[in-house]
């Protein structure tokens, strides 16, 4: 007895230690970290049809608070037909105010035709004129993913594996890595017209808290150090609002907004079903429901299609800075295989403006030949500084086309790296970044307020 006793005990013991360790504690709480409930099934389930059954043809026209509600799904253009953006816009707005003039009308009145009584049966109980009338303030469109969606899983091979040992280095569950099929269908290159960048889609003013920014390396655009930045940030959100409901809504809606949230209704089918205040709008309430459909139909075709294999690369970590056509006619490689495995170089550096900085890890095919072009790599290649950029500061009677002129360079291209309006609008003693200046035009009758600095001196 006293032998089995020990067994017994020694078995326990056994137990709690695997209970307690890292392998083990992420493969429970993965079944419970991401639930699902009754407050968003309906949301979820639509999301799912957007991302696996609906065309980039369709656009479904149903009522942005409860999902469930689909009134019809039109037929749109092709986005590549002539006039296809415009035609598109207009049916989807067509078929918005369709349906808001008819929920107004049942509201009033019984239903007659066949589409009426459609319509109308898709609202029930005492209230339902009642309910129809407010519908009519939240009918919405919201176009088909499924071909997008699908070359985004396609896209994501090459860099999941990656991501998710990224999310397991800090101790967070692997699945996270799905997310970015919600921000940008893991496209390197994506930009919001905010001004968010990459998969993980950082502004700019959050993505310097974690990564590299400057306009020679904009980090942001690197899926595998913008996965780790996105790591740090949701561990961080969730150590405040300690669910993941909460912590991924608040990568949409902001943490802030999130833990003021939690504080006034405390749990996540609460918020979803109740909270409305700033900019809580339908896509943060959503944002959560998209990321469940998103990964349960990523995962499936993750086993039904053939998707771009993961990159087999190495590092090699500058000792100084050097410009890309030097590094690549010292590694016998094309430029745009280093820009293709290096998407947070930026235009500059690929102009020859700016050269990629000293320190940074350039990613390269992991090769034999690549190998020994590193060893063979003179250290006379580096250079101690970054090229100087230019700037220039706006004095009185000066437009954003008399600088460019005066510089050599487009208006356009000045505007872009400016961040400026429609207009060009400038105002006196701006400091404007001139790209790629060419030559100085003196204009002797005034004074030069031309500058040039080292990017670490940008504003």
């Excluded at 002539?82 to 349906?99: H, L």
């Excluded at 469109?141 to 990656?162: C, D, H, N």
């Excluded at 771009?308 to 745009?336: F, I």
Aim: with cysteine.
């Amino acid at each position: 007895m006293r032998s089995k006793r020990i067994l017994r005990f020694s078995s326990y013991l056994w137990l709690c230690v695997v209970a307690l360790s890292p392998a083990f504690f992420c493969h429970t709480v993965l079944a419970e970290d991401f639930p699902r409930s009754n407050e968003n099934e309906n949301n979820v389930r639509l999301w799912e049809k957007i991302y696996s059954s609906y065309s980039l043809t369709q656009a479904v026209i149903h009522d942005s608070k409860d999902l469930s509600k689909i009134y019809e799904v039109i037929d749109l253009l092709d986005e590549s037909a002539p006039g296809a953006a415009q035609f598109n816009k207009n049916a989807q707005k067509k078929g918005i105010k369709k349906y808001k003039k008819l929920l107004k009308k049942l509201s009033k009145q019984r239903p007659v035709t066949r589409e009426e009584k459609r319509v109308a049966a898709l609202y029930t109980g005492t209230y339902r004129s009642r309910n129809m009338g407010r519908a009519a303030e939240s009918v919405r469109s919201q176009k088909g993913q499924r071909e997008r969606f699908r070359q985004g899983v396609v896209r994501s091979g090459a860099y999941i594996t990656e991501i998710k040992k990224a999310f397991r280095a800090k101790g967070l569950p692997e699945d996270l890595a799905y997310l970015p099929h919600v921000e940008s269908s893991f496209n390197t290159k994506a930009y919001s017209k905010f001004g968010a960048a990459g998969i993980w889609q950082f502004t700019r003013s959050t993505g310097k808290r974690y990564l590299y920014i400057d306009h020679s390396i904009d980090e942001r655009l690197d899926p595998i150090l913008a996965s780790h930045a996105a790591a740090k940030y949701l561990k961080n959100s969730y150590s405040n609002v300690h669910n993941w409901p909460l912590a991924i809504t608040s990568y949409n809606y902001g943490l802030p907004g999130m833990i003021r949230a939690k504080n006034e209704l405390k749990s996540y089918p609460k918020i979803f079903q109740q909270y409305n205040k700033g900019h809580f709008k339908f896509a943060s309430k959503n944002f959560y429901s998209e990321f469940l459909a998103a990964r349960k139909v990523a995962k499936g075709l993750e086993k039904r299609i053939k998707i771009e294999p993961p990159e087999n690369v190495s590092y090699l970590k500058l000792e100084g800075y050097v410009g890309l056509n030097t590094l690549s006619r010292h590694l016998q490689m094309p430029a745009q295989t280093i820009l293709k495995l290096n998407p947070a170089i930026r235009p500059s550096v690929v102009k020859g403006e700016k050269r990629i900085p000293k320190g940074y890890n350039v990613r390269l095919p992991k090769t034999g030949k690549i190998q020994k072009q590193i060893t063979r790599l003179p250290s006379a290649i580096y250079k101690n500084n970054q090229k100087a950029t230019t700037y220039h500061r706006v004095q009185r009677g000066e437009t954003a086309g008399s600088i460019a002129k005066r510089y050599g360079v487009s208006l356009k291209k000045l505007m872009k790296v400016n961040n400026l309006d429609e207009f060009a609008t400038i105002f006196i003693k701006q400091k404007l970044r001139i790209p790629g200046a060419l030559t100085i035009k003196s204009n002797k009758s005034k004074k030069d307020y031309s500058l040039t600095v080292t990017s670490s001196e940008a504003p």
